[in-house]
């Protein structure tokens, strides 16, 4: 099967491996490199899971738990009003909780170059709360959801809860929805 880069068009290699990793099963590893530096990387648990919501109170004995976010994982921190949604180009990853604040950051640190000032304002403040939350000043929630149950917050402490098939309903899950109701044949779709 020929995969081709969404960016370039470019023939690309899709790399796929199947590994058995703790707490999941067996796990498909899929990655997309292309010389125009576009990358996807995701992984599907190869398991039927029910959707889940994992949360954990921040400090700095939590700092090290595991995190494991899928393409279709929503972040929150409630106390700094940060939802962290899944879309299409959404990248699988594993991290710690401290990376995970990393990663905010970093995204927050992009606001300072725009030209809002409320905005450049309110990122500034809340980079000035995750660094007391790194440095143990602070305490907040970190909560995991997906609808999937392909993410988790893995350490002593956390909570696990299944989600109702209403609430995993409202969640995101980075995929692309086409509707096709109505289409009678693929000449309908292609036009």
């Given amino acids: 099967m020929k995969v081709f880069c969404p960016i370039c068009h470019r023939e690309v290699t899709l790399n796929i491996s199947v590994e058995n990793v ?4 067996d796990v498909m590893l899929t990655s997309i490199t292309c010389i125009c530096g576009f990358r ?46 899944p879309g299409p180009a959404s990248l699988a990853y594993v991290t710690n909780v401290e990376g995970v ?16 000032r409320d905005k450049v304002k309110r990122a500034k403040e809340l980079m000035t709360l995750i660094d007391e939350i790194l440095e143990g ?7 995991v959801e997906d609808p ?18 209403e609430e995993a309903g409202k ?12 289409v009678k044949n693929e000449d309908d779709l292609l036009g």
């Avoid at 995701?42 to 738990?65: A, M, T, W």
């Avoid at 995101?172 to 929805?177: A, F, P, Q, S, Y």
């Fill in 22 to 25: 703790p707490h999941f099963g």
């Fill in 40 to 85: 996807h990387a995701d992984y599907i648990i190869l398991e039927v899971r029910e959707p889940v919501r994992y949360r954990v109170k921040v400090d700095s004995s939590s700092l090290f738990f595991r995190v494991i976010r899928s393409t279709s994982g929503t972040i929150r921190v409630p106390e700094l009003g940060i939802d962290i949604e």
């Fill in 101 to 116: 604040f990393h990663r905010i950051r970093d995204i927050l640190s992009m606001v300072e170059q725009w030209e809002d």
């Fill in 137 to 143: 000043r602070n305490e907040v929630t970190l909560i």
């Fill in 148 to 165: 999937f149950g392909n993410s988790a917050i893995i350490g002593d402490g956390v909570e696990r809860e299944v989600l109702s098939m």
């Fill in 171 to 182: 969640l995101k899950t980075g995929m692309t929805v086409i509707d096709v109701a109505g």
